[in-house]
């Protein structure tokens, strides 16, 4: 599985930014696709998630302002996912990871796109 992340840029306290993250490949094995993101100096967090039905789980500090969706092929199977940030924070900021499980827990990282939020 190869993902392509793009979206990310400069914005101002209290924007909003929309991620997008493209799967190709074999994506029949997807599990679920994740949004990490690392702060300058941090380590690398999860920031939400999305299975291919749809469920979904948020890091606390991201739950009413982000909103993961997935993308679909005309055979239903998850080929990206989105992520729409909205009210951005400067503790926001960072260089944010698609991420897809796939068969057999396998991991996919793609290359990050850098969220900076200005105050």
């Known amino acids: 599985v190869q993902l392509q992340a793009s979206g990310g840029g400069l914005v101002q306290v209290g924007g909003s930014l929309r991620l997008s993250c493209k799967a190709s490949g074999n994506i029949r094995g997807i599990n679920a696709m994740y949004w990490y993101r690392e702060a300058p100096g941090k380590g690398r967090e999860r920031v939400a998630d999305i299975t291919p039905l749809g469920y979904t789980n948020y890091k606390d500090s991201v739950k009413g302002r982000f909103f993961v969706s997935g993308e679909y092929d005309d055979k239903n199977m998850m080929n990206g996912i989105f992520l729409q940030m909205n009210n951005l924070k400067p503790e926001d900021t960072g260089v944010y990871y698609c991420?897809?499980?796939?068969?057999?827990?396998?991991?996919?990282w793609g290359q990050g796109t850098l969220v900076t939020v200005s105050s």
């Open positions: 991420n897809a499980e796939g068969f057999r827990g396998l991991e996919y």
